[in-house]
């Protein structure tokens, strides 16, 4: 009977911190002397309207934005945002993407899996001077390009002006969806002394 | 008038490489993996309806070339336009031998048969509210228009009327296109232009009657030849009967030429886009023409836009040249909604002018514009004062607000804008 209940406590635990590690989706870690994320329950290249576009071979830009506040959570100390193009190759079925900010960079022939990775690690950054104890939070968010802002009438408006045809493709089209977009993934509070420790984790 | 001339030079350069973008855009589908496949055939589906030969050219340019996705939805678009559909989706799929691919251009719905359209609606500060709208019923490959107009802001005159014009699209091959227009307008004066120009100049109706045909040379490149028969209602024309001014009916028959080129490098759709806006007109009236008045009119007039992400640069020139004794509505008029902003057309010139030097130059960033024009309108070579103005203001497409001050007038009398213009 005690055996029994042993592994019941074991088994509900265990579940217990399974469920948690999946719930954490921004994951900070100190690395090389920098900031490194990981998001591995997010997955941006797995479904929706970006997809879409990517296997109709159309490029999709996505915005990653990712800040790093200290001391309080309204002092930026450090903000990086970068672009990615992603593409998808018709014939090869695999990713390409292309970082866009300088250094700019390229990876081909990746599965969406190691395309989502790849331009999450382009984000790491550099702490130079930071006391190990300082408090610090980070903040990530994703945004894809889908519903890019394109011409006010669709493109429909030629030389000889605005036309009812334009106004009626307009008006009779659905609510624009709003931009796809991933996050904010928040972790924190955390020191550089805690990740040396272990990652850490957040939501 | 050697700054014009400067910034004639300086706009008119990026027209002279019009190379440039070719590298640009190489650069763009680097971004695609799927432009190193080559594309098999393009397939227009959701319609029976025959495209140009013109548009059969760009289809089979894109046919064996490289996969270019900017220059697809380009193509999307004109066919668009061209068949006057309200949508055209493009879908991409993989083609019959490896590295190749098929386009598809499906119609989603089908030709609009009658469209209203507004090609200009204006207000200005001081001039009012301008407008020019028309309905057009489409069969075959013919178009017929309805229009209202009421313009207070490209003539020294205020001209509102009717318009009526029937187009064939196709005369024998796509290549040629013919248009019968007519016009009726009642005009109005200025005080300003009343009390300078000779009462025999001033005229209260203009019926315009221009059949004209237009060849397209080579895409983008195209000529537009015809005919313009003006009639003019002038009250008090210089005739006497009994010592007093008599009301008379001129003529004003011109020969009018236009060579136009329009060429566009990428898509809205795209982070970068250019395109290069051209035409040269001529306009000469004769007497072989049984026309009253002999005259030749030269204007030649060019933008430039180059567009990266939410950054926009544009520039803009003009110039003319009139000489004859050409009616009112021939002279050449700056300080209007679209050319030296910010000045009234009756404080540079209140009958218009026969020589005309223009530059602009403008910035965008997102919705928000800046702009510099200059320019000079002159009759004789003393009168020739370069003018220049500034502005800021919002600009979506065709739609803008905008406020605009005339530098160096002494005064700070800003004009104005709302509205759209094409």
New interface residues.
Partial sequence: MSAIKFWWVVVAFLSGFALAMMAEELIVNWRNDRLEFSLSHVHFLSGGKPLEMLHNAAPVPFDFQMTVYSGSRNHVLRQITDQFVVSYALWEEDFKVVKMQSPRREREHLSAQEAEKWCVDQMAMDLPRLAPETPLWARFEIRAEDGKEGPLFGGSIGDSGLSLTSLIEVFSRPARAAQSHWGPYEAGPFTLEDLKRSPRRGS | MKTLWLLALILAAPLSACKLPDGEEKASP?????SR?TVESVRLLGTDLKISNALRVEVDRIVGGK?D?SAIEDLA?RI??EM?L??IK?????GTT??H?IVNLEARQQQ?KF??????FVYDSKEGWNG?GAATMNFHENAVTFGLVSDNDTLVERYAGIRARFERKSVGTDRVQLRFEFDSFHTQWNTATLSEAPLSEIYRTRQVFTPEATVVILPPLDWSFGVSFDRLGVPFSSTTVGGAAAAKTESSNAVVNTLRYHQRWG???DRREQEVNASYIVRAGTGLLDSDRAFTRHLARAFYRFRRGRHTVRADFAAGRLSGAAPLYERFVLGDSEMLRGWSRFDLDPVGGTRLLYGSAGYQYGILQTFYDTGAIWDTPRQKEARQSVGIGFK????QLAVAFPLGSGRVDPIFYAG?N?
């Fill in positions: 680097r971004l695609n993996v799927n496949y996969y996705l678009d668009k336009s006057h309200a949508d493009i879908s991409v799929t993989r490896p590295d691919v609009q469209d209203l359209n507004v090609a200009k020019d898509s809205a759709h979506k497409e065709c739609f759209m094409f």
